[in-house]
């Protein structure tokens, strides 16, 4: 610290007088955490009557459409305003046509979102890997993920995500250009109030092992790193986020959290814009082996780490622990 000091310190100074008592604690504290600042993921699956508990996501579940209402009126009762959608097709294949058409899976789930809860904030997740036989996020060719042709698909996906109900689309694919080609499509078809959430800064990560279980969606060949951001870089997140806002993004999001919490205090102090931060599938199911075995308090832990984002800046808070949390709050 480089201003100037007012006594010397210590004895004068005491810093444990302001955390004496909870109550002084609490009326000190710098961060709170908020139910409204939390959105919870969730997996919707085809079939009739499915809630099927992710094995490696412990309490996280694959709904069919028709077992959604349960799991929002939960969710409305504990006051969590928003959703982030993930459909998980039964059929894939090269141009994962599953993700653009208007009975695909993501698409039914959010009419049914909005037809019985209309409140509640429905984003769409807008990728491809769910959706196609080689579980990449765009078009592949050879050994190739091609760029500038898997855009018209992932905006062709926005925009159908749009037109059945997405409040807000999230595309989380990595291909340069995606968030203006999204943008165009969404302007040029009547959709320009639907706001864009970038996953601009996402990176190639073993923290999303348990959610490619969940959705079947880890790469047959190769890895994501040609179009994912490699972890050894902050400068190029900073451009990654700079250039979807320059495309139209209306909110930045910085994924994973918690290795990269440099990124969302960085990207929110360079831009001041909203900043989401992504508690990954990963982040989730280590804290809950953990506490299964005994070793953390798992519920202790779930609060230190969500607080930690919200003080590392992030407006929004994506997470699995959404719920648990709310509980508590
Ligand atoms: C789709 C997508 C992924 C996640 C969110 N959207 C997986 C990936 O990029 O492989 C990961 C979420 C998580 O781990 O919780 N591209």
Known sequence: MNHKRLNPGYPAVRLR????????????????????????????????????????????????????????????????????????????????????RTDGIAQRALRRIKDLRPKI??????????????????????????????????????????????????????MDGRVGAVRRVLDDNGFEKTPIISYAAKFASSFYGPFRDAAGSAPRF?????????????????????????????????KPALAYLDLVRRAKEAFDVPVAAYNVSGEYS????????????GEAAMIETLTSIKRSGADIIITYFAKEAAKLL
């Open 222 to 254: 190769g890895d994501r790193r040609s179009y994912q951001m490699d972890y050894r870089n902050a400068y190029e997140s900073l451009r990654e986020i700079e250039l979807d806002l320059l495309e139209g993004a209306d909110a930045v999001m910085v």
């Open 121 to 174: 904030v429905a984003i769409s997740d807008v990728c491809l890997c769910e959706y196609t036989s080689h579980g990449h996020c765009g078009l592949v060719s050879g050994e190739e993920i091609l760029n500038d042709q898997s855009l018209d698909l992932i905006a062709k996906t926005a925009l159908s995500h749009a037109q059945n109900g997405a409040d807000i689309v999230a595309p989380s694919d990595m």
């Open 17 to 100: 007088r302001l955390r004496g008592s909870k109550s002084l604690r609490d009326l000190f504290a710098e961060t709170s955490l908020s139910v409204n600042d939390l959105v919870y993921p969730l997996f919707v699956t085809e079939g009739e009557n499915v809630r099927d508990e992710i094995t490696s996501m412990p309490g996280q579940f694959r709904y069919s459409v028709d077992r959604l209402e349960e799991e929002l009126e939960e969710l409305e009762a504990l006051g969590i305003n928003a959703v982030l959608v993930f459909g998980i097709p039964d059929s894939k294949d090269d141009a994962g046509s599953e993700a653009y």
């Open 286 to 297: 280590m804290i809950k082996a953990a506490d299964r075995m005994g070793w953390i308090d």
